[in-house]
């Protein structure tokens, strides 16, 4: 019975309200404690704008690049889930359907914990005061920080 049925179980499994919340938690496992710089930093470099959001293409490729064994259509049906729709006015008048994005703050919120996001906000604030200080004394960053 359950090979007869088994693309509608499937289906079923895949479009459940608790799926995305075991995705999650399936990189969530996969990532940490090893691979966690490694998934932020693949996320981080596929926001080639620098505005904090991704599509569909560079989230699996960014996951990917991590080296995290997970299924594509898994991960297609985590973004359709997560992500968010916005017109773009030029593509509007040329008829072309709305692009989907997935916030990487969001998504940060949903894959850390409360106490990790705390940890990486701490970091972020001490770097933003060492930015602010040598803003302030009108050192150039180059000599600081090298690529």
Known sequence: MQRYYREEIEFHRLHSLKRPEEIINNIRTLAFPNRKIALQQSLAASDEAGDG????????????????????????????????????????????????YLNLP???????????????????LTLQSIKAALIYKGVDFGIIFAE
């Open 106 to 124: 969001f998504f940060y919120s949903k894959l850390f914990r409360q106490n990790e996001t705390s940890a990486i906000q701490e970091v972020d």
């Open 53 to 100: 959001y991704i599509t569909c293409i560079q989230f699996i490729d960014a996951i990917y690049r991590a080296d995290l064994k997970i299924e594509r259509d898994q991960l297609e049906l985590l973004f359709e889930v997560i992500s968010e729709r916005f017109d773009d006015p030029i593509a509007k008048d040329k008829n072309v359907p709305p692009q989907k």
